[in-house]
Each structure stands twice: as structure tokens, then as C-alpha cells.
């Protein structure tokens, strides 16, 4: 599906890449992409006004406030800036018609119920399909519609990202689990959900990205816009205050060559600093950007996950009262690597080394490689 967000297309290239790699002839659905409206969704402003008061305690209303004027601001940003999202919108449009094999035919969430589908298994997968803050449409990711065919239904890397499934939903969840054939996850704490509330087994697999080895994401899909001096990058999702401070000191560690580049989710002007922000950025040019930084700093699950596999030092910024850190806490756990956290709760901290032991964590991916891979082969027998 076409979607202008990094880990979601990268994923969705990853998918098709290794099951056609794997000798199998699979395509991407060019499927309708509907995501809740989260910053007025209910389902993510209570859990996310709880959490603050948990975390801040007293000083929770100015957090609030706080992420409520973000919210605000992010709106006006969006259409002061049109016309420069529609140009980086056309970056991941490129992307999609160009580097993912993908379905003749375009589905919306209902069509997908009538239309006459050729496919003789369909797999869902992966990223954060299966949460329920993020869509309505929870049965066409379970691949409800597929009943009518009596094809298998198979989920690889699904993500759920949430620490437990309310009471309201745990009935359709349960109903939902039982109707897939194999369920393959990407969070150990997914696995637990399902076998928490229905009768299937979950496996846990990596995320399709992972499966590609950094040279097949330098041959086939990398812009290497930036191959000259150092730099540390920042790609962050939440926007943290912290997270460029962060990134200027590891600078200034590694070097006074060192530069701080920023990937830009929105368009809203900066001040003038020593950081370098780039804003249409599309998927090849932030995989090439990630592959030739010499430290990543991040808040994002992809972002570390490319970071792992192109053996980039990094730290991963979690923010404490998220509902959300499943997804990065779980790779990071795979391959003991939950050293490289900062929790951005105000104490700004620092890494304690720069360096990461990827002579370790190296033969872990591979291993999980071939456990991943030996789950694709057994759920299409």
C-alpha cells in the first residue's frame, strides 16, 4: 500500500523482496491506506493522557498541554506547507510504482470483500497492522476477506505495539487470531497477547527489513546523497527536544568534523544552528542516509533496525510514557542490545559508549535470519 512513512513502504518492499527471493511469487496489495486520526482518536488520548500522569505525576497538565500544542502546531504546519508534502508525497509514490512489485488492481478497505482476488495465499505483515488505535478496519488486516477464496491466511511480523488488548476488544481479538492459519509477530510481547487470548501459537520473526543485507539495500534500493564527511543523524518520530541536544554532543565526541543532519518529518521552519536538516527525503535517500552515518540517534523502530543491520552505532530515545516501546524494545532485547536506550524523562543522558559489539550481535540476526526465513517456507507447505 502506498503510505509516506519510511519503515511502512520499506517494509512492505522487504515483504514481496524475500518471499520472490525465496522462489515464491508474491506481490503487495495496492490496498486503500485509512489510519485513525490519532491526535482526536480517543483510543490514543486517553491512554496517552493516563500515561503522563502516571510518568510526571504533578507535572503531567504541562506535558499535556504541551503535546496538545505540538498537535496544533503540526496541523497548521500541514497546510501552510502543501505544496512541499505533495513534492515528497511524489518521492514515496515513485517508490512504490517503481521498486515494489505490487497489484495491477487498486483495493479499498471494502472492495477487497466483492472484488475477485488471484492469489492463492495472502500474508499480513508487517508493522503495526494490528493495532487497534491505528485503524477501523482491524478484519480486512486479518485477512477476513479471504474466507470467501479458502485461501490460507498468513500473517508475517504483524505488529501490535500495545502493552495489552482492552476488555471491550479481547473477544474480537480472540476471534480474529483463530481465523489466521500461521501467526508470525515482530514483538515477544505480541506472542504472548495471542496465546494470551486465544488458542493459536505465535512465532516470533524479524522484521522483513532485517531479512535484506545491506549490500542487496545498497545494490537495489540506497540514494547515497551524503558520502562525505562525518555525521550523526537524527530521525525522530516524536519530535523530542532532547533528542538534537543528544545528537550534538555524540558529536562533538566523535570528532569537530562531525556533522548533526536531521531527516525532517515536517516542513515548519528552523532556526539557524550548527544542524544540517534535509526535508524531501524519500525512502531511497533515507536508507542511503542511515547507511553512511557514523552514529544514528532515533526514537523510531526502523530506525534502529536499519541501524542493527547496516551495523551503525546508535541510541534509541524512548519516551517513558509512551504505550508504544514494544516494537523497539523487543528487537533491542533480540539481540541484547537494550544498553543502547535513553528514556527521555528529563535527566538527559548521555551513552556510555559510542561503540557497539556488532562482532556480538551480528551471528544473532543471522540466526534469526534463518528462524524467520524456515517460518516463511513451513506457513506456504
Same mark, same amino acid.
Given at each position: %500500500?502506498?503510505?509516506?512513512?519510511?519503515?511502512?513502504?520499506?517494509?512492505?518492499?522487504?515483504?514481496?523482496?524475500?518471499?520472490?527471493?525465496?522462489?515464491?511469487?508474491?506481490?503487495?496489495?495496492?490496498?486503500?491506506?485509512?489510519?485513525?486520526?490519532?491526535?482526536?482518536?480517543?483510543?490514543?488520548?486517553?491512554?496517552?493522557?493516563?500515561?503522563?500522569?502516571?510518568?510526571?505525576?504533578?507535572?503531567?497538565?504541562?506535558?499535556?498541554?504541551?503535546?496538545?500544542?505540538?498537535?496544533?502546531?503540526?496541523?497548521?504546519?500541514?497546510?501552510?506547507?502543501?505544496?512541499?508534502?505533495?513534492?515528497?508525497?511524489?518521492?514515496? *509514490?515513485?517508490?512504490?510504482?517503481?521498486?515494489?512489485?505490487?497489484?495491477?488492481?487498486?483495493?479499498?478497505?471494502?472492495?477487497?470483500?466483492?472484488?475477485?482476488?488471484?492469489?492463492?495465499?495472502?500474508?499480513?505483515?508487517?508493522?503495526?497492522?494490528?493495532?487497534?488505535?491505528?485503524?477501523?478496519?482491524?478484519?480486512?488486516?486479518?485477512?477476513?476477506? $479471504?474466507?470467501?477464496?479458502?485461501?490460507?491466511?498468513?500473517?508475517?511480523? $504483524?505488529?501490535?505495539?500495545?502493552?495489552?488488548?482492552?476488555?471491550?476488544?479481547?473477544?474480537?481479538?480472540?476471534?480474529?487470531?483463530?481465523?489466521?492459519?500461521?501467526?508470525?509477530?515482530?514483538?515477544?510481547?505480541?506472542?504472548?497477547?495471542?496465546?494470551?487470548?486465544?488458542?493459536?501459537?505465535?512465532?516470533?520473526?524479524?522484521?522483513?527489513?532485517?531479512?535484506?543485507?545491506?549490500?542487496?539495500?545498497?545494490?537495489?534500493?540506497?540514494?547515497?546523497?551524503?558520502?562525505?564527511?562525518?555525521?550523526?543523524?537524527?530521525?525522530?518520530?516524536?519530535?523530542?527536544?532532547?533528542?538534537?541536544?543528544? $545528537?550534538?554532543?555524540?558529536?562533538?565526541?566523535?570528532?569537530?568534523?562531525?556533522?548533526?543532519?536531521?531527516?525532517?518529518?515536517?516542513?515548519?521552519?528552523?532556526?539557524?544552528?550548527?544542524?544540517?536538516?534535509?526535508?524531501?527525503?524519500?525512502?531511497?535517500?533515507?536508507?542511503?542516509?542511515?547507511?553512511?552515518?557514523?552514529? %544514528?540517534?532515533?526514537?523510531?523502530?526502523?530506525? *534502529? $533496525?536499519?541501524?542493527?543491520?547496516?551495523?551503525?552505532?546508535?541510541?534509541?530515545?524512548?519516551?517513558?510514557?509512551?504505550?508504544?516501546?514494544?516494537?523497539?524494545?523487543?528487537?533491542?532485547?533480540?539481540?541484547?542490545?537494550?544498553?543502547?536506550?535513553?528514556?527521555?524523562?528529563?535527566?538527559?543522558?548521555?551513552?556510555?559508549?559510542?561503540?557497539?559489539?556488532?562482532?556480538?550481535?551480528?551471528?544473532?540476526?543471522?540466526?534469526?535470519?534463518?528462524?524467520?526465513?524456515?517460518?516463511?517456507?513451513?506457513?506456504?507447505?
Amino acid at each position: %500500500m502506498k503510505c509516506d512513512n519510511y519503515g511502512a513502504e520499506l517494509q512492505a518492499y522487504a515483504m514481496q523482496y524475500v518471499y520472490n527471493k525465496l522462489g515464491y511469487d508474491a506481490e503487495v496489495l495496492d490496498l486503500e491506506k485509512q489510519n485513525k486520526e490519532l491526535s482526536s482518536s480517543l483510543s490514543t488520548i486517553i491512554p496517552a493522557i493516563v500515561n503522563r500522569f502516571k510518568t510526571y505525576g504533578i507535572k503531567a497538565p504541562y506535558k499535556i498541554l504541551q503535546l496538545v500544542w505540538d498537535v496544533i502546531q503540526r496541523k497548521k504546519a500541514k497546510k501552510q506547507f502543501a505544496v512541499d508534502i505533495q513534492k515528497k508525497h511524489e518521492l514515496f *509514490t515513485r517508490f512504490f510504482d517503481e521498486k515494489i512489485k505490487h497489484s495491477p488492481i487498486y483495493y479499498t478497505l471494502k472492495s477487497v470483500y466483492v472484488e475477485d482476488m488471484p492469489y492463492d495465499v495472502y500474508v499480513a505483515g508487517s508493522d503495526q497492522i494490528w493495532n487497534y488505535m491505528h485503524t477501523d478496519f482491524l478484519d480486512v488486516y486479518f485477512l477476513e476477506f $479471504a474466507d470467501r477464496f479458502k485461501a490460507k491466511k498468513i500473517a508475517y511480523a $504483524a505488529s501490535l505495539s500495545i502493552p495489552d488488548i482492552p476488555v471491550r476488544l479481547q473477544a474480537d481479538y480472540q476471534k480474529y487470531f483463530e481465523n489466521m492459519d500461521y501467526i508470525g509477530v515482530r514483538e515477544l510481547n505480541a506472542k504472548d497477547i495471542v496465546e494470551k487470548y486465544s488458542d493459536k501459537k505465535a512465532t516470533v520473526v524479524l522484521d522483513p527489513t532485517l531479512l535484506i543485507h545491506k549490500e542487496e539495500w545498497r545494490e537495489h534500493v540506497a540514494n547515497e546523497i551524503m558520502k562525505g564527511p562525518k555525521y550523526v543523524l537524527i530521525y525522530t518520530l516524536s519530535g523530542s527536544k532532547y533528542i538534537r541536544n543528544l $545528537a550534538k554532543s555524540i558529536a562533538k565526541r566523535i570528532g569537530d568534523d562531525c556533522q548533526v543532519i536531521n531527516i525532517k518529518s515536517d516542513f515548519r521552519p528552523e532556526k539557524k544552528d550548527w544542524i544540517k536538516h534535509l526535508y524531501q527525503v524519500g525512502p531511497k535517500e533515507w536508507v542511503g542516509l542511515i547507511m553512511n552515518a557514523a552514529y %544514528m540517534v532515533t526514537d523510531s523502530f526502523h530506525g *534502529t $533496525a536499519f541501524s542493527i543491520n547496516f551495523n551503525i552505532p546508535f541510541t534509541t530515545l524512548l519516551n517513558p510514557s509512551s504505550n508504544m516501546n514494544s516494537r523497539a524494545l523487543s528487537i533491542l532485547e533480540i539481540t541484547g542490545l537494550k544498553d543502547r536506550i535513553i528514556y527521555d524523562d528529563g535527566s538527559n543522558q548521555l551513552p556510555k559508549t559510542l561503540t557497539v559489539d556488532y562482532n556480538r550481535v551480528n551471528p544473532i540476526v543471522d540466526d534469526w535470519r534463518k528462524k524467520s526465513e524456515n517460518y516463511i517456507r513451513e506457513s506456504l507447505k
